[in-house]
T-cell receptor, first 108, second 127 residues
Framework: SHELTQPPSVSVSPGQTATITCSGD??????ACWYQQRPGQSPVLVIY???NRPSGSPERFSGSKSGNTATLTISGTQAVDEADYYC???????????FGGGTRVTVL | EVQLLDSGGGLRQAGGSLRLSCVAS????????MSWVRQAPGRGLEWVST??????????AEPVKGRFTMSRDNSRNTLSLLMDSLRAEDTAKYYC?????????FGSGSQAYFDSWGQGTLVTVSS
């Protein structure tokens, strides 16, 4: 199986770039996606299949992947981006969806 | 606009049962796979189960296998999760979530994500 590891927290100043990583031993085999969850709200998809933004996801959100690490980048971070962010991938070994532990982004 | 309305949560004692529902609108419900994802208080997201579009195949995460049963009624655009033998560790907010495409099938690494989520319904199990 593969576990996805994220840093617990990231702090960023308004207008700066926030970078969140997601690492997993088998992540090179799978697509990664990212969800934003604001306090008290449901998750919202912001990046799918490593690099794609769904309609409605702001352009400042971008995704990339290299080997076993996927990265979510928020360029020109705004106060409204303060939230928890989760990566997710498909685990071929266990035939299950797996989530990272989440990263809290704080905009200082 | 896709809407998913979760309901049915509540307080149960360990060993009890509960049925959750999710009513869908804004898309052709009978052509999309659907899932349940849960989130324990203050914790991260955890996949629970997925059912295919016609409802004849459901898959479950190991912690709930044999205790939870997922089903759907496409005539009523409704998804259900019957939760038996509840445990304290099942305490969580439960979200229904939609597959991104009618062409997604469980087991495929492609399109393996959730593009819309319900508002969630809280299940509390006392031990």
């Amino acid at each position: 199986s593969h576990e996805l590891t994220q840093p617990p927290s990231v702090s960023v100043s308004p207008g700066q770039t926030a970078t969140i990583t997601c690492s997993g031993d088998d992540l090179y085999k799978a697509f990664a996606c990212w969800y934003q969850q604001r306090p008290g709200q449901s998750p919202v998809l912001v990046i799918y299949e490593d690099t794609n933004r769904p309609s409605g996801s702001p352009e400042r959100f971008s995704g990339s992947k290299s080997g076993n690490t996927a990265t979510l980048t928020i360029s020109g971070t705004q106060a409204v981006d303060e939230a928890d962010y989760y990566c997710q991938a498909w685990d071929v070994t266990t035939s299950s969806f797996v989530f990272g532990g989440g990263t809290r982004v704080t905009v200082l | 606009e896709v809407q998913l309305l979760d309901s049915g949560g509540g307080l149960r004692q360990a060993g009890g049962s509960l049925r959750l529902s999710c009513v869908a609108s804004g898309f052709n419900f009978n052509t999309y796979g659907m899932s349940w994802v849960r989130q324990a208080p203050g914790r991260g997201l955890e996949w629970v189960s997925t059912i295919n579009a016609n409802g004849d195949t459901a898959r479950y995460a190991e912690p709930v296998k044999g205790r939870f049963t997922m089903s759907r009624d496409n005539s009523r655009n409704t998804l259900s999760l019957l939760m038996d033998s509840l445990r304290a560790e099942d305490t969580a907010k439960y979200y229904c979530a939609k597959a991104p495409s009618p062409t997604y099938h469980f087991g495929s690494g492609s399109q393996a994500y959730f593009d819309s989520w319900g508002q969630g319904t809280l299940v509390t199990v006392s031990s």
